[in-house]
């Protein structure tokens, strides 16, 4: 195996940090709208507050990209999965940071206030509208299901790469030092 | 190497199938959690439906309680709430409202006098993006204990066996109340001498100890004429929103709000046992109603009158019906905004 460079540690710590806060959103997100018991009202709390806090990390996360880069995919690897692969980083990038604004503006536009954290009273960001509630309403529906399904790419590749191409891609954002490393 | 080939290729080729285990189970715990493989959950889609006529809702309506009147006005607070909550709206002072009056049908063509129970959405902005909605009802006390127990009422409601009612009031005991209620309660023929009650619990707090579990309802400053229910049907099938716009055109109306604060004990989960009538009420304050317009047109009409929608000061009790209602009035809005075609605003925009 020729010597891998990782992401940063901050990266990596983001990296895997938000994959927590972003599969927990999935979950407690398709579970709250088909609950009418009393969990569901923590469970939209919660489902807010977590889409906010991801949102706070997706711009340090693009900081940190900007800052530090990304290392280089393996010239081994076929053209087609490096398509695959830097495109599907774009939608991920992107989802991260579309979502819960389309979260917030699809309660803005609801004409619904948006507490967070317990208390914290955000600003609407879109005046009230059906017609962009319905519209936001729906593109937060489905690209949360685009999203789990991209999700669930991005696991398969990267258990691709750690287990049968074993080309040090999955090492560059593992969640330890590897020796190679710098 | 080529990867498919001897040992190589069937370790890559175990771990392929294992790869496709790990994403099968995730998008299956995604499935399950989802509710699609449980037609057991009583979920927010299967509660608004069982509210529907025979005919089918009303498109771009709300799912209950579907016809009313907007009103706008102010909350005057007293002050007295203070000791109790922390809600903005409770200090002293003016603060805008947004309501809705209705009757308490799904059915669009119901004439207003054969409704028994009747209905105010109220929403009290404050600064800082404070709100507080309530929808509140003139009975005294809920029909039943649970939200599942509404389910099968709807739907019990909706049957054609013969029986029905007869086997879900037996299951149902504290159903008989209400039903006795409903027989017996006098109607007004306005809603300005309607009273109009929360039912479910709420806790008010103040600072990090106190907190109060509390029930709220408007009384109105308008005495009471009870009309006997052959008279109410006889009357147009709008007679409620008719009586309002021309009763307003002699001055704004007002209602009491009276916050009751509950002993130990008392029931605060069960929306069907009323309180003892000896518990201390508070006067936290005025509602005056100084303008109605129509629904279809009206600053009501986008209002999700969500009782969990609750200013700081005030927060959801042990009573599970909030949550529930929250859950299912969401339905109801998404799906009418998202049927603004079929009940289209008459008046042309005027922004």
């Known amino acids: 195996m020729a010597s891998v460079k990782q992401f940063s540690p901050l990266q990596r710590v983001l990296h895997w940090f938000m994959a927590l806060c972003i599969l927990t959103m999935f979950f407690v997100g398709v579970g709250m709208v088909s609950s009418v018991t009393p969990r569901y009202l923590g469970l939209v709390e919660f489902h807010k507050s977590l889409g906010i806090l991801i949102l706070i990390l997706v711009v340090i996360r693009l900081w940190a990209r900007w800052r530090y880069g990304a290392p280089a995919l393996p010239a081994s690897l076929p053209e087609p999965l490096k398509l695959a692969a830097v495109s599907s980083h774009y939608l991920l990038y992107g989802l991260m940071i579309v979502m819960p604004l389309l979260g917030w503006a699809m309660l803005s536009a609801g004409a619904y206030p948006v507490v967070v954290f317990g208390g914290l009273r955000l600003p609407p960001i879109l005046p009230q509208s059906e017609f962009l509630h319905t519209i936001l309403w729906d593109a937060h529906h489905y690209l949360a299901l685009a999203f789990f399904a991209v999700v669930l790419a991005h696991l398969s590749a990267a258990l691709m790469h750690a287990l049968i191409r074993r080309d040090g891609v999955f090492e560059a954002m593992a969640p330890y030092p590897t020796r190679e490393g710098d | 190497m080529n990867p498919l080939q001897g040992q190589s290729g069937r370790r890559a080729l175990g771990y392929g199938a294992l790869i ?44 209950n309680h579907v016809k009313g009147i907007c009103f706008t006005g102010v909350f005057e607070a007293n002050g007295a709430g203070m000791p109790l909550s922390t809600a903005p709206m409770f200090v002293r002072g003016q603060y805008p409202v947004i309501g809705r009056f209705n009757v308490a049908t799904a059915d669009p063509n119901a004439p207003d006098g054969t409704v028994p129970v009747r209905g105010m959405g109220l929403q009290i902005s404050a600064p800082g993006e404070e709100v507080w909605r309530s929808a509140m009802i003139t009975a005294p006390f809920f029909p039943v204990a649970t939200p599942q127990a509404f389910y099968e009422l709807q739907l019990t409601a909706h049957s054609k066996a013969p029986d029905a009612m007869k086997t879900f009031a037996a299951a149902h005991p504290e159903f008989a109340a209400f039903g ?11 809603y300005a001498e309607d009273r109009f009650n929360s039912l479910n619990s709420f806790v008010l707090t103040h600072g990090t100890g106190q907190r109060s579990a ?10 009471p004429v009870p009309v006997p229910p052959d008279e109410l049907a006889k009357r147009a099938p709008d007679f409620l929103e008719q009586e309002i716009a021309q009763r307003i055109q002699g001055g704004p109306l007002h209602w009491t709000m009276m916050v009751t604060v509950a002993a130990p004990g008392d029931p605060t989960a069960d929306p069907s046992k009323a309180w003892p009538q000896d518990r201390r009420s508070v006067n936290v304050g005025t509602l005056v109603v100084q303008k109605v317009q129509p629904d279809r047109d009206g600053p009501c009409r986008d209002i999700n009158f969500d009782p969990t929608v609750l200013p700081a000061g005030i927060t959801t009790s042990d009573d599970p019906f909030p949550a529930a209602r929250s859950s299912a009035y969401r339905v109801s809005f998404d799906r009418r905004t998202a049927e603004e075609k079929d009940w289209p605003r008459t008046a042309s925009e005027a922004k």
């Open chain 2, 20 to 63: 496709a285990v790990v994403v099968a189970i995730g998008a299956a715990a995604f499935i399950y959690t989802a509710g699609w493989v449980s037609p057991q959950r009583l979920t927010p889609d299967k509660l608004v439906a069982s509210l529907a006529p025979p005919g089918g809702p009303a498109l771009g309506r709300r799912r």
């Open chain 2, 214 to 223: 509390v029930r709220w309802s408007l009384v109105p400053t308008a005495t």
């Open chain 2, 180 to 190: 006795a209620w409903a027989k017996s309660a006098s109607q007004t023929g306005s």
